[in-house]
């Protein structure tokens, strides 16, 4: 069974950091797009970022507010991505979700069929 395990949120203050690992079973990583995803109070999950080895390899950044504080990165060795948050600001606050899929990478929350459990991420102010 493909399956994923997110982890590592929690509460920060505004400014610090975060690292969200993403640990897959049941399937490579580097065979999947791998998505991140947030869902705050109230609103639709949103896409964060996307990385994939299909075609376009390399991150893809969905939500210009993390541009240049949020890396994602994978580690073959260990079937695991990461999501590295920096500066991170109250509005980062929410569930974050990392999702697999084996097409390409996609916004779309449609476009995934696996998804892990979701970590919380609280960016006090």
């Known amino acids: 069974d493909v399956q994923l395990q997110a982890s590592g949120g929690g509460l920060v203050q505004a400014g610090g950091s975060l690292r969200l690992s993403c640990a897959g079973s049941?399937?490579?990583?580097?065979?999947?797009?791998i998505g991140w995803f947030r869902q705050a109070p109230g609103k639709e999950r949103e896409a964060v970022v996307c990385?994939?080895?299909?075609?376009?390899?390399?991150?893809?950044y969905y939500e210009d507010s993390v541009k240049g504080r949020f890396t994602m990165s994978s580690d073959s060795a260990k079937n695991t991505v990461y999501l590295q948050m920096n500066s991170l600001k109250p509005e980062d606050t929410a569930v974050y979700y990392c999702?697999?899929?084996?097409?390409?990478?996609?916004?779309?929350?449609?476009?995934?069929?696996?998804w892990g459990q979701g970590t919380q991420v609280t960016v006090s102010s």
């Open positions: 990385i994939s080895d299909i075609a376009s390899p390399g991150a893809r």
């Open positions: 049941g399937f490579r990583i580097d065979d999947y797009a």
């Open positions: 999702a697999a899929d084996q097409g390409y990478c996609s916004a779309y929350t449609r476009s995934y069929n696996y």
